[in-house]
């Protein structure tokens, strides 16, 4: 068995970068749903988080430019590396809202669809990291995905109820709204995560 070339393995280390923020960002963000309010520096770290996103990205792109064989195809790597960037878009987003909108705790389902994510986001590290080896990883790469897709869904679910028990208990349409919102924006991640399992399942099939 050959060994991943110096260039071949910068792009499975940036990956493995990119993934660490994601995970690292979601975690915080779990940590934060568990406050009784958001504060301009829980703002600021997330901030942080999706700028370290964006130069590990900008790193992956250039040397992408840079390379004349690479060991993904081209548009494989463009593709997975602005996928894995917008998560940490979406988690920023997140505690953007509830600063702007002033929103108080969250509701504990609320935090338990951001739990959903942070799992799929552990799902997305596990898969990444075995992209170096794709050729005899392939079932790990795809029962990740798998996985991801069952989060996907509990999500779906658990944000349906969400929203009727806001409708059902919320009295203040304000606040309907600012919740309903923050609810979405949640939900398109978790959405966001199972578009990477997908994208990561049509790179593996091309290694069958």
């Known amino acids: 068995m050959f060994g991943l070339s110096p260039k071949e393995d910068k792009f ?11 995970t690292k960002s979601l975690k915080r963000l779990e ?4 406050q009784d309010s ?3 520096e829980d703002a600021a770290q997330m901030h942080r988080f999706e700028h370290e996103a964006d130069n590990v990205t900008a790193k992956i792109l250039e040397r992408l430019n840079s390379t004349f064989i690479t060991p993904l195809d081209r548009e494989d790597i463009y593709k997975l590396a602005q996928v894995l960037d917008d998560i940490v878009d979406y988690s920023e987003g997140t505690v953007e809202r509830m600063l702007l ?3 108080g705790k969250p509701s504990l389902g609320t935090q338990e669809l951001v739990h959903l994510v942070g799992l799929a986001a552990e799902q997305i590290q596990a898969a990444f990291s ?3 080896h794709i050729h005899y990883k392939k079932a790990k790469i795809q029962a990740a995905a798998e996985e991801i897709y069952h989060l996907e869904c509990a999500g779906d679910k658990l944000y349906r109820q969400e929203v009727a ?9 304000i606040e309907i709204i600012k919740w309903k919102e923050i609810l979405e924006h949640i939900e398109s991640m978790l959405d ?3 578009s990477i399992a997908d994208l990561l399942k049509s790179v593996v099939l091309k290694y069958d």
């Not at 499975?12 to 994601?22: K, W």
């Not at 940590?31 to 568990?34: A, F, N, V, W």
């Open 38 to 40: 958001v504060s301009a």
């Open 192 to 194: 966001h995560c199972e």
């Open 12 to 22: 499975y280390q940036l990956f493995a970068q990119s993934t660490e923020i994601i």
């Open 31 to 34: 940590g934060i749903m568990q």
């Open 130 to 132: 075995c992209l170096g």
């Open 165 to 173: 028990r806001l409708f059902e208990h919320e009295k203040d349409p």
């Open 101 to 103: 909108y002033r929103t």
